[in-house]
């Protein structure tokens, strides 16, 4: 037991800032992923029907701007969550003594980790392809059809920029993820390397 | 009030990031994490001195150990949420 008479120490509260993603942020990051998803709409809709090569030129760019923007923004919050989780881990591992509890711990997080690696990986390559397919649709294959297909390749090309959204945010998490399991890993390595060495004094 | 993922400077000008903050019997206990060092945790409770926050080291054995288990059962929770 702790002597009673010991007086606890106080800390006095300076500042407070919040570390999670404030409402501008959210607002710009959602902004963006439905910028990028329409402007590959309005590409399409410059190349089948408004027929103008300075817009089309203009549209293009602005995708691939968009688009750019939205996979700086999504690695910047997914990094983020990332922190946090890494965080979390550390705080569980103070708050449990034993070290088999420890160990059981980040062994079953790590796993957790990894299926969720594998998971995230496979989704952005389907999400890829079927983006992929989608734009060849829309862009690539006749640009000289009927009006109802061109409606249809329309949709087609803002389907493909929905993907293409969905795939860099999958293959970012798998990133994520994967990076988090390959740091509980290494601290796992660590803590063996530790309890060899106290075992062996 | 302090809630999670909040950023405070303590007086020893380091910054810390707010974990967990439980209340037990109208008490605020909060857990810290130093923002550059991990293995630097704190336990503290929230206390008001004149209007201004104080965060106060928590001594007594049997309140460590309460928050240990509700701060355990609690991550058993968010663990099976997050990943």
Known sequence: MKNKNFSPREYVVKNIKHCKWGILSKVYYNFMKLAAISMSGVLSYSLHIAKMPEFTAFSSVSTMLFMGLYSQLAMMKNVDELRYKRLEVQFVKNELRNHDDIRD???????????????????????????????????????????????MQIVASILGGFLTVRFIDNFEKAICYGSLNDDLKLDLDIDEAIQKRIRGK | MLEFLDVVTLDDNNDYIVLKVINMNNVNYVSLVNKDNYYDFKLLEEVNKSNELVLREVVDDTILEKIKLQTMKDMRKLLNKIV
């Not at chain 1, 690696?117 to 009927?146: H, N, P, Q, R």
Request: glycine share 6%.
């Open chain 1, 105 to 151: 711990y980040i062994n079953e997080f790590a796993l957790r980790c990894q299926t969720k690696e594998k998971f995230k990986t496979v989704c952005g390559v389907f999400d890829m392809i079927l983006a992929f397919g989608l734009y060849m649709y829309s862009f690539v294959f006749g640009t000289s059809l009927s009006e109802n297909t061109i409606n």
